[in-house]
Nanobody, 121 residues
Framework: QVQLSESGGGLVQTGGSLRLSCAASGNIIGINDMGWYRQAPEKQRELVATITSGGRTNYADSVKGRFTISRDNAKNTVYLQMNSLKPEDTAVYSC???????????????WGQGTQVTVSS
């Protein structure tokens, strides 16, 4: 079984910062891309940022220059540093990882349960 466990969400004022973490655990042979998505109430889920195993990153235009994604391959962990937060960043943030479990010769997308980020104005 592969699990993704997120932490670091919470309530912050406009202009503040938060750091999200997501650790993958279980019988994992390898992890390719990891990323963060978010979903605000009554809105569709949207991509926030992704990072390859080699460290190449991709960001949504709305967070460029404010958010930074990084990962620690030795710990199977991905991070999202969020600075200059705005009320429109309020959402449930979920991490994802493309991983190969040890019991099957295939790659699958796994998701965390999500963590709430609320930015007050």
């Amino acid at each position: 079984q592969v699990q993704l466990s997120e932490s670091g969400g919470g309530l912050v004022q406009t202009g503040g910062s938060l750091r999200l973490s997501c650790a993958a655990s279980g019988n994992i042979i390898g992890i390719n891309d990891m990323g963060w998505y978010r979903q605000a109430p009554e809105k569709q889920r949207e991509l926030v940022a992704t990072i390859t195993s080699g460290g190449r990153t991709n960001y949504a235009d709305s967070v460029k220059g404010r958010f930074t994604i990084s990962r620690d391959n030795a710990k199977n962990t991905v991070y999202l540093q969020m600075n200059s937060l705005k009320p429109e960043d309020t959402a449930v943030y979920s991490c994802t990882a493309e991983a190969r479990p040890s019991w099957v010769a295939a790659w699958y997308d796994f998701w965390g349960q999500g963590t709430q980020v609320t930015v007050s104005s």
